[in-house]
């Protein structure tokens, strides 16, 4: 089998740049016999940086990478000459990637836009040379300071993919085929579970030249939460979408069962998913007459707005198009508290049909050690 290109889990160690030492030089020139001290300060080591970047969607650039290391600064020198900064090491990141303490699990940032740059371990500072520490009583200084130590730690990057809507629904419920007729994407498609083995992306064309961004999201099985299926790798993803589109077929046993059953998995996995805005759409309902419709729209949960749909042959698309810009957007009231009445919204999809509108990674900590530098005082000229 194939690797996959989405990685979306990775695990590094970074460390930051030492800085360098001040110099103790001494400036004694033949027409100036008393020049005193000169020594320059030593230059900044180098920091370790995330920056977002809208041209990246997975990990996979970062997979192979283990250890990312700045530069370290360099020492100073004579005529009050500072040392070289150490080369800064820029680590561009999918917008959606949250940074962790692989050690002790503790949160660190989060990128989520586009040239954002966090610091993510500072560079340790230069030390100052013996130019500044002259004075009255002591002209001839003959120390300076060494440079700040390097920083180091072990980090792990999670992408969660930043969408407006997120496709929630078992496997085989009809997500790849919504995304593929909504957006230009071109996800896989096939008769047999877990089709979809990552994640997919697709950007939603609306009225008026707007738009909104489509996770389609592996199929979730009951127990996913507890690991089981693949659920429970991807559910991260649907923590980061605005709204969630629940997709279940019209020819399910049980509608509104297998709708809880989802819900119940995502609330399992994360509590606070309960919050987000709800949508269910009903999907593969190009066989359904209006009376098989209208025998099971009072089985659906009554709490969220339902739609019927049927993606091949665009039943209810225009519908649904409303609906999720509606909840994403709030920007009418009238349609907004259209939204949450289901019979009005089936009522508006039937006259909108008849005007014809419808359209891990292993990790190995051994480095190698950085030889100390030993301080040395420059000698002065006889």
């Known amino acids: 089998m194939a690797e996959s290109n989405f990685v979306d889990y990775v695990k590094i160690y970074c460390r930051s740049g030492k800085g360098g030492r001040g110099s103790t030089h001494m400036r004694r020139e033949k027409y100036i016999p008393k020049g005193g001290p000169d020594g320059g300060d030593g230059g900044r080591g180098g920091h370790v940086i995330l920056r977002g970047n809208r041209n990246y969607w997975t990990l996979l650039h970062l997979k192979y990478q283990r250890h990312i290391l700045?530069?370290?600064?360099?020492?100073?020198?004579?005529?009050r000459s500072f040392g070289k900064d150490g080369e800064d090491k820029v680590i561009d990141?999918?917008?959606?990637?949250?940074?962790?303490?692989?050690?002790?699990?503790?949160?660190?940032?989060?990128?989520?836009?586009?040239?954002?740059?966090?610091?993510?371990?500072?560079?340790?500072?230069?030390?100052?040379?013996?130019?500044?520490?002259?004075?009255a009583t002591n002209q001839a200084p003959r120390y300076a300071q060494?440079?700040?130590?390097?920083?180091?730690?072990?980090?792990?990057?999670?992408l969660k993919l930043?969408?407006?809507?997120?496709?929630?629904?078992?496997?085989?419920?009809?997500?790849?085929?919504?995304?593929?007729?909504?957006?230009?994407?071109?996800p896989k498609i096939a008769n047999y579970p877990f089709t979809t083995l990552e994640p997919n992306l697709g950007i939603v064309s609306y009225r008026d030249n707007k738009s909104f961004v489509m996770a389609d999201i592996?199929?979730?099985?009951?127990?996913?939460?507890?690991g089981k299926g693949l659920g429970l790798r991807f559910l991260r993803h649907i923590e980061r979408n605005s709204l969630l589109l629940f997709m279940v077929p019209a020819d399910s046993d049980d509608i509104r069962?297998?709708?809880?059953?989802?819900l119940?998995?995502?609330?399992?996995?994360?509590p606070e998913m309960l919050d987000k805005q709800r949508v269910l759409a009903v999907t593969k309902c190009d066989m359904l007459d209006q009376e098989l419709i209208d025998e099971i729209e009072p089985t659906l949960p009554e709490s969220i707005p339902h739609v019927f749909i049927s993606s091949v042959s665009g039943l209810g698309i225009s519908v649904l198009k409303d609906i999720l810009w509606v909840e994403l957007n709030k920007e009418s009231n009238q349609i907004e508290s259209l939204v949450h009445r289901p019979k009005e919204v089936n009522r508006l999809q039937q006259e909108l049909k008849e005007?014809?509108?419808?359209?891990?990674?292993?990790?190995?900590?051994?480095?190698?050690?950085?030889?100390?530098?030993?301080?040395?005082?420059?000698e002065w000229d006889e």
């Open 70 to 79: 700045a530069g370290h600064g360099e020492s100073g020198s004579k005529n």
């Open 93 to 135: 990141v999918p917008c959606g990637t949250v940074v962790y303490n692989a050690e002790t699990g503790e949160y660190i940032c989060d990128v989520t836009e586009h040239g954002q740059e966090v610091v993510l371990l500072k560079g340790g500072r230069g030390g100052l040379g013996n130019w500044h520490f002259r004075t």
């Open 146 to 158: 060494p440079g700040e130590p390097l920083q180091e730690m072990t980090v792990i990057m999670e």
């Open 162 to 186: 930043l969408a407006d809507v997120g496709l929630v629904g078992f496997p085989n419920a009809g997500k790849s085929t919504l995304l593929a007729a909504v957006s230009a994407a071109k």
């Open 218 to 226: 592996p199929g979730i099985i009951e127990g996913a939460s507890a």
């Open 257 to 262: 069962k297998e709708y809880e059953i989802l």
């Open 264 to 270: 119940n998995e995502l609330s399992t996995f994360n």
């Open 355 to 378: 005007m014809g509108e419808d359209e891990d990674l292993t990790y190995n900590d051994e480095l190698p050690d950085d030889e100390e530098e030993e301080w040395e005082e420059e």
